[in-house]
């Protein structure tokens, strides 16, 4: 800068100021008495009476500079900046010591005030102590896990495990054990959240040490520090991985001073002053307007001022701005000065006024200044708000966050700061994400929520349906009142924090802004740019904590974008009637295959991009018209070889030739014709690049012939829409389940207050200590519950609002609309980011299960339709061979499962076209090898539960024996069976000859598979449970046999369906593979059936055990499952079928009678003629369960177990003795029936079919086998004695 003497001149942009007299005159300058007059009022001292214009001292542009020296000179100014104050050691600017005073591995910010922890339990303090007076200093809370913060001597000694406040002369607050640590702890002080802030306060002339939390004392928590020579305390914190915090020492105002207490850094005292004076010269200015034609001053509002280019007025603001320009760089001078400034303007008077006033104010700012020095001023002015604004306290009216966001909308809605801040401030790390976040109180009583929410009120216990399991008409009229009253209290609280979500709304349209491009690119470019690399952030660096957005941020920040995204979408529609409107939003499918859009690393449906680009190069260029350059090819293959070697920085690369070239359809073009198109990355596009200009569509480039030709929205707001996509994905449907666990602690102490007052009830009068006892009980839960439901108000207005269901309920239907659109593209869905079908199912289920009971899915607009359009892509996309990722594969197969769990989304299944049900049910009844068949498995059970024998519980019945009261048992829907796929599966079953026997056979082996399996497991955990000494069985373990028990019984449920729907497939043996079926089928029975029913067997020995974990193994389950395909082959089949399944079952040599008669609790078969005994009831009985067995099905058991014993005495009658040497060689179980041609060798029939099945070769001599014809003893005897002859 220029020096102040007033023989010199110096310019500050085009303004320049000089002594020279002739200058004086200058048109436009006042009258010498009204100049004086006007500079006297502008510049006269608050510190003394303003004097008698006689008796002042001239003023004028000349002596001007000397006025202001005097005006600005601090009196016994002490320079401090050397650091040397008593009772402090160290550097006079306080920072972390990141040099040496750490312990663990911690991140630490730029400016050596915030810091990460990155290890177990790091430790740092800072690099000046203090041995004598009163310090505090204060440390804002970022996250609220586990840390410790305090004071720490030099000879503290630290490590991983112990830090501040675990050894000797050091003490800290914990305040998320709320607990405050010197080698032991105690209770003190409150929990902390984050976005508080805590005050460390030491008293070394008393010895005392003391913290405070938002201002609020939490009184003294240690005395008698050890004082003296060699003790001297340094600020320290220990934080475990992942918990960060930022300390101000006294760089910046404190946000909470105390009195008698000074900060460890020493404020600039100085600066300090001559800012304030000359803010008070510039406010003057504001508020006084020269009128040269009257020679007078007029007083006037600061809102109505107005800059008229009058030379007065601008070589006075020079004068002022040459000296305040330096000052407002300072980061304690913006916050203490300007921002306090700027805030009286916003709190004083109307949007209106406040908005003109910051508007001039920024203004003269930018004129005045030099770019350097404005744009260091808007930065610290802009991060100051952001601190501001996040660690403000949570007031009733949430009057502080309204303050800082309409000051924030004034600054953003003046254009050239706006595109400063958007381009070097907002959208670094976090930043900007902060402005949209209302932060939760941890405690209601500080928020005022007491005062807003008088009556308490908390739901009952809701269904996944989104129901209450309590009718409301079953509330008593007490209950009605309070629930009334709350909901009253809820919807004031909703209405103060929308105010506050609505000025955040502003400043997302302010950032969208794309009229805004007279001097360079529009707001809403600049803000895709930073948006991309915000988005891309968090997609790559999961891992990577400091980049992170956290979720609960994430969530608010979708959907205020969400809001403001539907404003100019329908803003554009408004002006462009051939668009369409944000309700039907989607994403055209050329965004994901024409580059124009970067996904970073994401996963596409059908792989990674490079392999895409290679396999479908052809379809892109015949369907859309794009041609994959062939260098572009082997650059991505060297891409994807070198793709863990450190990429080079942006400023180093080379743009690259473009990856695709565009034929485009508007108008033929020769190959000489055909333009290149640039790969770009996000910094790099213009407008031109995404809006596209003349021919160049932009981001619609290539579009596809299924594609309408008339554009949606402008290209830029597809691009938001996208983005918003991605937010969903990255956090946003975690944190929403998340909070759901406020709800659930509710219903948690709703339960235990409930239990508590039914036993108050119950107590005897005379138990007067027990009574005492449940008192303090339910005093306890009462007030918990009063605090958790206003929590819980505060949750549902800020997270579950109707307002914020329909946001998500418009992201779903968005990504259904683009999926549609993409699956219309044939191959080309393939580079569809898998992350929209996640989006699609995770919402839906987020609709379902979380923003119940309050609100219900089934009142949104258009339910039926999107639950439809849902089934539809569920059916279609699940067994879909262009989707190559497991993981996705495997979540469309969990939410087909859990869709048809549910009678309204099974009803939306069922509404899907008739070609679409048939293609599903066809993809169901693949075989199951060699694919994810268990989900398959299940989705086939809910479709026949509620129609199989004793299959219509919702709870497993021996679960509800032992324990009834039990909530967290493990529940099943009601069943919702559906007859009109059944009747598919039925009639695909009988379509073809290799269908059925292909199913069946793979159902068989996975059910001998699991079966196998359990069986295997059972032993193991009863051998460990047998031994003497005392053994652990591995938790997974019991899980993995429970799920093979679980696997066993529905792999047994499908069969039985299968049996009931199609009983041909088994009994009609003119079918080539149904005896072979049939007797897999008997087998597998038999072999269920005795190593269920055997006395005091395993299966019996582990089910008295009850185990957790184990819960759901019984002998109910899979011997009801057993009895109804028994059942449906032996009594409800036909006359032939029946004795064809009776053959079989009974010539299997593991049939045994006394298994069947188990069923009925008897030990033994009765005999001929005699009537069933009663059953024992120390046995299992199938007649115990009449409340889930009709006697109907009771009957058919009792009809069966006769035919049984009937045909099993009259087998034993007629069976002849067959020698050894007749039996097959293979099983010995069955006579010899079949001999393999050419090589001769003989089995019976069962053997060799089930071996052919995988086998081709001969059980002995490994020869080929051509054919298989019957053989008899008699006529093989017959023909060997005529050969001979």
Not at 1253 to 1272: G, H, P, R, Y
Request: net charge neutral; hydrophobic share 40%; charged share 25%.
């Amino acid at each position: 800068m220029a020096s102040k003497g007033s023989s010199m001149s110096f310019s500050r942009k085009s303004y320049r100021l000089t002594s020279d007299t002739e200058k004086s005159r200058v048109t436009g300058i006042v009258h010498e008495k009204l100049l004086n007059d006007y500079l006297h009022r502008i510049f006269s001292s608050p510190e003394h009476a303003p004097a008698a214009a006689a008796s002042r001292k001239p003023l004028n542009f000349q002596n001007l500079p000397e006025h202001l020296d005097q005006l600005l000179h601090v009196e016994d100014e002490d320079e401090e900046s050397q650091g040397q104050v008593e009772g402090r050691l160290g550097p006079s600017t306080v920072v972390l010591d990141h040099t040496g005073g750490f312990e663990g591995l911690l991140l630490v910010d730029d400016d050596l005030l915030g810091v990460i922890g990155h290890s177990n339990f790091g430790t740092i303090r800072s690099t000046t102590c203090v041995y004598k007076g009163k310090w505090v200093y204060e440390v804002l809370i970022s996250s609220q896990g586990l840390m410790q913060i305090g004071w720490c001597t030099i000879n503290c000694r630290f490590n991983q495990e112990e830090g501040v406040g675990d050894t000797h002369n050091s003490y800290a607050y914990d305040g998320n054990r709320v607990r405050k640590w010197n080698v032991t702890t105690t209770n003190y002080g409150k929990a902390w959240a984050a976005g508080d802030i805590v005050s460390c306060l030491i008293d070394l002339d008393d010895g005392t040490l003391s913290f405070c939390l938002n201002g609020v004392s939490l009184g003294t928590a240690f005395e008698n520090l050890s004082r003296g020579l060699g003790m001297a305390y340094f600020p320290a914190i220990s934080l475990s991985f992942k918990e960060s915090v930022a300390f101000n020492f006294g760089s910046r105002p404190l946000r909470y001073p105390v009195a008698g207490y000074r900060p460890l850094q020493d404020p600039p005292r100085a600066d300090l002053v001559r800012a304030q004076k000359l803010l008070g010269c510039f406010r003057a200015v504001l508020s006084v307007e020269l009128d040269p034609v009257e020679g007078r001053l007029v007083e006037k509002d600061s809102s109505e001022w107005q800059l008229q280019g009058q030379p007065t007025v601008l070589l006075t603001l020079a004068h002022i701005f040459h000296r305040f320009a330096p000052l407002l760089r300072k980061v304690y001078l913006v916050e203490a000065v300007l921002v306090s400034f700027l805030r009286g303007v916003v709190e004083a008077g109307s949007p209106a006024q406040a908005q003109a006033v910051v508007r001039q104010v920024l203004d003269l700012l930018w004129l005045f200044m030099e770019d350097y020095e404005v744009q260091d001023c808007l930065k610290q002015l802009m991060m100051s708000l952001l601190r501001l604004y996040r660690f403000s306290p949570i007031v009733p009216d949430l009057g502080l966050q309204i303050h800082y966001l309409r000051l924030t909308i004034a600054i953003l809605r003046h254009e050239k700061s706006r595109k400063f801040l958007l381009s070097n401030v907002l959208f670094d790390v976090l930043r900007s994400v902060v402005f949209f976040y209302i932060k939760s109180p941890l405690r209601v009583e500080e928020a005022g929520l007491q005062e807003l929410i008088p009556t308490t009120w908390w739901p009952h216990r809701s269904s996944r349906e989104g129901k209450d399991s309590k009718d409301v008409k079953d509330e008593t009229a007490e209950e009605r009142v309070r629930r009334r009253a709350y909901e009253r209290g809820c919807q004031r609280l909703k209405k103060r924090i929308e105010v506050v979500e609505e000025l955040q709304v502003q400043i997302l349209k302010l950032l969208l802004n794309n009229k805004d491009d007279n001097g360079g690119e529009a707001s809403r470019y600049i803000f895709l740019t930073k948006f991309r690399k915000f988005l891309q952030e968090n997609a790559s660096g999961r891992g990577n904590m400091p980049v992170l957005c956290p979720p609960e941020y994430m969530v608010c920040f979708l959907h205020r974008l969400i809001s403001a995204l539907r404003y100019y979408w329908d803003e554009y529609k408004a002006s462009n009637p051939r668009a369409s409107f944000s309700e039907e939003a989607y994403i055209p499918p050329q965004v994901f295959y024409n580059g124009k859009v970067d996904y970073f690393d994401l996963q596409r449906l059908g792989g990674l991009l490079s392999h895409l680009r290679k396999t479908l190069k052809d379809d892109l260029a015949s369907k859309a018209n794009i041609l994959i350059d062939p260098l572009e090819l082997q650059a991505a293959t060297m891409d994807d070889l070198d793709e863990d070697e450190e990429p080079a920085p942006p400023a180093a690369q080379v743009p690259r030739t473009a990856a695709v070239s565009l034929m485009t359809p508007r108008r033929p073009l020769s190959t000489s014709e055909k333009v290149k198109v640039r790969t770009l990355s996000a910094e790099q596009r213009i407008r031109e690049d995404i809006e596209g200009s003349h021919w160049n569509e932009g981001l619609l480039l290539g579009r596809p012939p299924e594609e309408p030709e008339q554009p949606l929205t402008e290209n830029s707001l597809l691009e938001v829409l996208d983005g918003a996509v991605m937010m969903y994905n990255l956090s946003v449907h975690q944190q929403l389940g998340k909070m759901v666990g406020v709800s659930d602690d509710v219903n948690e102490y709703a339960i235990a207050l409930r239990d508590t007052e039914d036993k108050l009830r119950r107590c005897p009068k005379r138990r007067k200590d027990i009574i005492a006892e449940l008192t303090k009980s339910q005093k306890v839960f009462s007030e918990k519950l009063d605090h958790l439901s206003r929590r819980l108000a505060w949750v549902h207005a800020t997270v579950y609002s109707q307002e914020k269901m329909l946001d998500i309920y418009w992201l779903l239907r968005v990504c259904l609309r683009t999926i549609e659109h993409g699956d219309r593209t044939g191959s080309l869905f393939a580079f569809m980011p898998e992350f929209y079908l996640s989006v699609a199912i995770n919402s839906y289920s987020a609709l379902k299960n979380y923003f119940g009971p309050v609100h219900s899915m089934e009142e949104l607009p258009g339910y039926e339709e999107t639950l439809t359009r849902l089934a539809a892509i569920l059916a279609k996309h699940f067994a879909d061979t262009r989707i190559v990722g497991t993981d996705i594969r495997d979540s469309l197969m969990q939410a087909l499962a859990s869709y048809v769990c549910y009678p309204h989304s099974l009803r939306a299944v069922e509404r899907i076209p008739e070609e679409q049900r048939v293609a599903m049910v066809r993809s169901l009844l693949a075989p199951y090898e060699q694919r994810p068949w268990a989900q398959t498995n299940w989705i086939l059970v809910r479709l026949w539960r509620g129609c199989g024998f004793g299959y219509r519980y919702t709870r497993l019945p021996h679960l509800l024996k032992t324990k009834p009261e039990d909530a967290n048992l493990p529940s099943l829907q009601k069943p919702c069976p559906s007859t009109l796929l059944q009747q598919h599966m039925a009639e695909l079953l009988r379509e073809g000859p290799d269908v059925a026997p292909s199913f069946l056979n793979s159902v068989l082996n996975q059910l001998n598979w699991a079966f196998s399996e359990f069986i295997g497991m059972i032993q193991e955990i009863q051998q460990a449970a047998e031994r003497l000494e005392r053994n652990f069985v591995d938790s997974r373990q019991l899980k993995v046999c429970a799920t093979c028990f679980d696997l066993s019984v529905s792999l047994l449920r499908v069969l039985e369906m299968t049996i009931t729907l199609v009983p041909e497939i088994f009994l009609d043996w003119a079918r080539p593979t149904s005896e072979m079926l049939l007797r897999r089928l008997a087998q597998l029975l038999n072999q269920v059936l005795n190593r269920v029913t055997a006395e005091r067997n395993l299966f019996d020995r582990v089910v008295t055990l009850r185990l957790p974990g184990l819960e759901s193994v019984d002998h109910y389950p899979i011997l009801v499952a057993v009895t109804g395909i028994l059942v449906r082959l032996l009594v409800h089949g036909p006359a032939s079928g029946t004795e064809r399944a009776t053959s079989v079952l009974l010539a299997d040599p593991c049939f045994q009678l006394r298994s069947i008669c188990y069923l009925l609790g008897q030990p033994e078969p009765p005999a001929p003629g005699t009537a069933l005994p009663a059953p024992d009831r120390k046995r299992f009985s199938l007649q115990s369960y009449t409340d889930y067995i009709s006697a109907e099905e009771l009957a058919q058991v009792e009809q069966m177990l006769a035919h049984l014993t009937s045909a099993s005495a009259q087998a034993a009658a007629a069976s002849l003795p067959t020698s050894e040497e007749d039996l097959c060689p293979i099983c010995y179980a069955h006579p010899i029936s079949a001999v393999f041609q050419p090589c001769g060798h003989k089995s019976c029939k069962a053997c060799i079919n089930q071996h052919l099945m995988n086998n081709k070769d001969c059980f002995f001599c490994k020869a080929t086998i051509v054919s298989v014809e019957d053989w008899e003893k008699t006529a093989s005897a017959s023909t060997t004695t005529s050969s001979a002859a």
